[in-house]
């Protein structure tokens, strides 16, 4: 994959698939700390562990489908995590959802850029209105100062009473609303 914001559509991709309500995304850049930390967590279905172990192998996927014979995206995002000094960790339990967490050294000269990270979000957000995202953005500065962005679909819904998350204006604000998140919080430089 070219780009963060591409695995994360996978991961969310996958959240989705597991029937998950919620979808929580945290991205963390701390300049300081010399991390750039993703992390995705949904209360989807879960997994037992013997899935979980399976699902960090390239050759293995849950897909019923038979069309994608391999399930590359965890793998992927796994490797390059390691690749560029960072680690992977993935958490889960039958019943009570999936959490991954990837950090990568920020200022390796192979971590692949942010991508479009308000496409993935929005789109997300579009493709699937039944799931609620939550998503926080932070970034903490050489100077020591923070940036930090909040949204919630959830939020958003409530507000709304019944008019749809797809509706053409929603969308429009939704995606004013995390442009303007990520451009406050310095997001795009990544």
């Known amino acids: 994959m070219q780009d963060i914001s591409l695995h994360l559509l996978d991961i969310i991709e996958n959240s989705v698939r597991a029937h998950a309500a919620n979808v929580w995304i945290t991205v963390v850049a701390d300049i300081l700390k010399n991390r750039l930390t993703i992390t995705v967590k949904d209360d989807g279905v879960g997994m037992d562990e013997q899935t ?7 050759f ?17 995002f796994k ?3 390691e690749m560029c000094g ?8 039958k019943g009570r959802g999936t959490e991954l967490t990837a950090v990568f050294q920020f200022d390796h000269v192979d971590r692949m850029p942010i991508g479009s990270l308000a496409d993935t979000l929005v789109g997300s957000m579009i493709g699937h209105p039944e799931t609620d995202f939550h998503i ?3 970034r903490r500065f050489i100077s020591g100062d923070e940036a930090e962005f909040e949204f919630s679909t959830a939020v958003i819904k ?14 429009a604000y939704c995606n004013e609303a995390i442009n303007e998140g990520i451009k406050n919080t310095k997001m795009e430089e990544l």
């Not at 014979?69 to 965890?74: A, E, N, R």
């Not at 409530?158 to 969308?171: H, K, M, N």
């Open 86 to 93: 960072g680690n992977f960790v993935m958490n889960s339990a």
């Open 52 to 58: 979980l172990r399976h699902a960090q192998d390239p």
């Open 79 to 81: 490797q390059n995590a």
């Open 136 to 138: 926080h953005l932070s």
């Open 158 to 171: 409530e507000e709304l009473g019944g008019i749809p998350i797809t509706y053409p204006d929603v969308i």
């Open 60 to 76: 293995y996927t849950t897909k019923l489908e038979r069309v994608k014979k391999v399930g590359l995206g965890i793998p992927l």
